[in-house]
């Protein structure tokens, strides 16, 4: 079985730029910091060095704060096809479902969030990312971010 904390220790190594942290949840903070943790959910260790992985993938991608929710699922999309590389370099097992998961809650987030609270209808971002405007009856809400 993977031993975790070798891996954390060998990305350490690998990537000496970035800082590797436990937290409550698995986190990519610009630029460098990355948090993690081994309990998370209570998931295998396969899965927590998937998701260690992913969070290396979004600093080695330089990745940083997003404006737009839509550039969120983008990153997070780039962010797997690079883990998947990086599985292979550190022999963690890929899993194709439980990475479309992951993906899925954010679309199904994103997509909760879009929809305007009177209509149901989807709206659209404003320019600086922060609301959402309804098409139909013009409300605008979300607090973005
Ligand atoms: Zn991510
Ligand atoms: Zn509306």
């Not at 439980?98 to 994103?110: A, E, G, K, M």
Request: contains cysteine; aromatic residues 14%; proline residues 3%.
């Amino acid at each position: 079985m993977l031993e975790i904390n070798s891996l954390i220790e060998r990305l350490r190594r690998d990537f000496a730029g970035l800082v590797f942290e436990e937290g409550e949840v698995f986190m990519f903070r610009p630029p460098c910091e990355i948090y993690y943790n081994v309990n998370y959910l209570g998931l295998p260790c396969d899965k927590i060095a998937l998701l260690t992985l992913h969070e290396a993938a979004h600093a080695v991608l330089k990745h940083k704060d997003y404006d737009y929710d839509i550039e969120l699922v983008r990153m997070e999309a780039e962010a797997w096809e690079r883990s998947k590389g990086l599985c292979k370099e550190y022999d963690v097992e890929w899993d194709e479902d439980f990475v479309q998961d992951r993906l899925d809650s954010y679309r199904d987030w994103i997509h909760e969030r879009s929809l305007c609270p009177v209509c149901g209808v989807a709206g659209w971002q404003d320019e600086e990312g922060f609301r959402y405007r309804c098409p139909m009856c013009e409300r605008v809400f979300g607090a973005g971010q």
